[in-house]
C-alpha cells in the first residue's frame, strides 16, 4: 500500500481531453526503430488559436507514455518603453530560413547541424545603412518555410521561423534521452524605426501536461528555501513574490505537476534569462511589469481556453484585467490541469539583428523507465493484508508529518520510506505493535530533498 508524501520540488500545469483536429498532424519518432521520444508536429501556419501558437506538439510520449496533449505559444506580445507603443504578435506567419531536404512543403527532415534562423547567422546577414557604426538592418536567409526536424546522435530538435512585420522569432523544441524538454524562443527582428527604441517581449507557452492521462494530476510549487506549496486552486505567480500563509515571501524555484497513481511527473524550472524579466530596458534592473503581469498561471483545463481570450497587447488572465477570466477559482487537484509560462526577454536599443533566446527546462521526476508501472490489481491483492495505513497529514508538508498505522494481530512491522525512483531513504518505524492499537509515527522530513516520497 502507498501513500503520497509531496515534499515536492515545483510543478507545472498540465492536460487536456481537446476536440478532435482538422489539421494533419506530422507524427515524428527517435531514435527511429525504439523510439525513446514519439509526438505530432503541427506546423505553425495550422497551428490552434486566433493568432497561432508557432509550432504546436501534441501526444508527446517518453518511453511509451503520455506527457503532454498539447505544448504551444498561444500568446505573444511586445512593449517599446518609448514610442511605437505596444502589440501584441501572430504566431502563424512562417518565413524562411535555412533548412535542407524538405519531405513536405512545410516539414524538413534536415541535416543534423545546418539549420540556421536569423538567430543563428547574425550579425553576418545584418548591415550598417547609415554608416554609424550600429548594425540596422538585417535580411531573411534560406529558402524553407515551416519546421525543420533534426535528429542528432544525443536528442531531437524541431525549429521554425516566425515573422509578425520586422520581428523574427525563432522556436524551438528539444527532447532528450533522459526526458528533459527544452521549449526555446528567440527575439529578434529585420530594423525598423521602432527597433531604435529599448522594448520588453513576453511569449507565454501553454503547457497542457497529461501525465498518463488528463485526470488525477496535481501541482506543487517548491521556493528557495526547500518549502513546498500545494496549489489547489487555480492562481497566478510572479518568480519572486509567493503567497504563503505564513506571510513569507522567496523566490520560486520551480514547478512540479505529479499524477497521483504513477508518482510520475514533471518539473518546470525557469531558466535564468527568463528570471531576468521582467525589466527596465534602460537600467536591466527587473522591476514590476503592468504589460505581462503574470509569469505562471495555473488552470484548470477548459476546450474553449486555448489563449486568454482578450486582443490588444496585454496578457489577460484575472479578473482584474477581464470581465472573461481563465483564473476564476476553479479547483486544480486531481484535475486536468494547464500550466502557462511567461518565457521574456529585455532588449535595448538598435539591435535589430541581435537574437535573445530563453526557455524553461523541464525535466521528468519518478521512474519513467521502460517497464516501470504503476501498482496493478494482482499486485494490490498479493501485498499483505491484516493492516490499517492511512495517509500521512499533512500531506503535502514543509517539516514534519504524521502516518499512522495498525495491525489485526501482533506481527513484526517495518515502516519505511522511499523516494520518487524507489531508493530507500530510510525506516521509519521497526517493531511489534499490539493488535487494533493505533500507532503515530511522526516523521521529519526538514533535512530531505523537495520530492514525492512513498511509505
Known amino acids: 500500500m502507498t501513500r503520497f508524501l509531496p515534499l515536492l520540488l515545483g510543478v507545472l500545469l498540465v492536460p487536456l481531453t481537446q476536440p478532435a483536429s482538422a489539421q494533419q498532424p506530422y507524427s515524428v519518432s527517435w531514435p527511429e526503430g525504439d523510439p525513446i521520444w514519439e509526438l505530432d508536429v503541427i506546423p505553425p501556419a495550422q497551428s490552434s488559436g486566433p493568432n497561432g501558437s508557432g509550432v504546436e506538439i501534441r501526444d508527446v510520449r517518453y518511453n511509451g507514455r503520455l506527457v503532454m496533449k498539447r505544448g ?12 511605437c507603443n505596444c502589440f501584441r504578435d501572430w504566431q502563424d506567419s512562417e518565413v524562411r530560413f535555412i533548412a535542407d531536404n524538405p519531405i513536405t512543403s512545410s516539414i524538413a527532415e534536415a541535416t543534423p547541424g545546418t539549420v540556421a534562423t536569423m538567430c543563428d547567422v547574425t550579425p553576418a546577414n545584418c548591415t550598417d545603412t547609415n554608416g554609424d557604426g550600429e548594425m540596422d538592418s538585417c535580411s531573411d536567409v534560406g529558402n524553407f518555410t515551416g519546421v525543420a526536424i533534426e535528429r542528432f546522435d544525443t536528442f531531437l530538435r524541431l525549429t521554425t521561423q516566425l515573422s509578425a512585420g520586422w520581428y523574427r522569432y525563432t522556436m524551438r523544441w528539444e527532447f532528450y534521452a533522459d526526458g528533459t524538454i527544452r521549449p526555446l524562443f528567440g527575439f529578434t527582428s529585420t530594423g525598423s524605426a521602432c527597433t531604435q527604441n529599448p522594448r520588453r517581449h513576453h511569449a507565454y507557452w501553454r503547457f497542457d501536461f497529461d501525465i498518463e492521462g488528463a485526470e488525477n494530476d496535481y501541482v506543487v510549487e517548491t521556493v528557495s528555501d526547500n518549502r513546498p506549496l500545494l496549489l489547489d486552486t487555480e492562481t497566478t505567480r ?22 497521483k497513481a504513477t508518482e510520475r511527473g514533471y518539473t518546470v524550472t525557469p531558466s535564468p534569462a527568463d528570471l531576468a ?31 486568454d481570450g482578450a486582443s490588444g497587447c496585454t496578457a489577460k488572465f484575472t479578473a482584474e484585467d477581464t470581465t472573461n477570466p481563465i483564473v476564476n477559482g476553479e479547483n486544480v487537484t486531481a484535475s486536468d490541469v494547464v500550466l502557462w509560462y511567461r518565457t521574456g526577454v529585455t532588449k535595448p536599443d538598435i539591435d535589430p539583428g541581435t537574437c535573445y533566446e530563453a526557455g524553461p527546462i523541464l525535466k521528468p521526476i519518478g521512474d519513467w523507465s521502460v517497464g516501470a508501472g504503476a501498482v496493478t490489481a494482482s499486485e494490490e491483492a498479493a501485498t499483505p493484508t491484516g493492516y490499517t495505513l492511512e495517509d500521512a497529514y499533512p500531506n503535502p508538508f514543509d517539516h514534519t508529518t504524521t502516518v499512522r498505522f495498525s495491525v489485526a494481530a501482533a506481527q513484526r512491522v517495518a515502516l519505511t520510506l522511499y523516494d520518487a525512483v524507489g531508493r530507500k531513504v530510510q525506516t521509519l518505524y521497526e517493531g511489534t505493535p499490539s493488535a487494533g492499537v493505533r500507532q503515530s509515527v511522526v516523521m521529519d522530513g526538514s533535512a530531505l530533498p523537495s520530492g514525492v516520497y512513498t511509505i
Open 72 to 83: 504551444h505559444v498561444p500568446i505573444l506580445n511586445v512593449k517599446y518603453e518609448s514610442g
Open 277 to 307: 524579466t521582467p525589466a527596465n530596458p534602460e537600467t536591466g534592473i527587473p522591476a514590476l511589469d503592468n504589460f505581462a503581469k503574470e509569469d505562471f498561471v495555473v488552470t484548470r483545463y477548459r476546450a474553449n481556453e486555448i489563449d
Open 238 to 259: 510572479r518568480w519572486s513574490t509567493p503567497s504563503f500563509s505564513s506571510g513569507a515571501v522567496a523566490a520560486i524555484t520551480s514547478w512540479s505537476v505529479i499524477d
